[in-house]
């Protein structure tokens, strides 16, 4: 998708999903992306997300906060 323009919020807005591990439901992890207004099916809104959730990965925007075990 890359960077949204000034021009573009006119016609994008934001949207959340939250990521989980199919294993484990309860792990989970959200993020925020910008994404067509109308018109977006679940599929597009999905792609959008995962590309989004790529991009942030490739670009190291997200960032490791706390590194801790788990209990069992």
């Known amino acids: ?3 949204v323009t000034w021009m573009d919020r006119q016609s994008y807005v934001w949207w959340r999903a939250t990521f989980f591990d ?3 439901p309860d792990m989970q992890m959200t993020i925020e992306f910008m994404a067509p207004k109308a018109g ?5 809104l999905q792609r959008y997300a995962s590309r989004q959730f790529r991009d942030m990965l ?3 925007t997200i960032k490791i906060k706390d590194i ?3 209990e069992t």
């Open 58 to 60: 490739e670009q190291k």
């Open 40 to 44: 977006s099916s679940t599929e597009d």
């Open 1 to 3: 998708m890359g960077q």
């Open 68 to 70: 801790e075990p788990v």
């Open 22 to 24: 199919a294993a484990i």
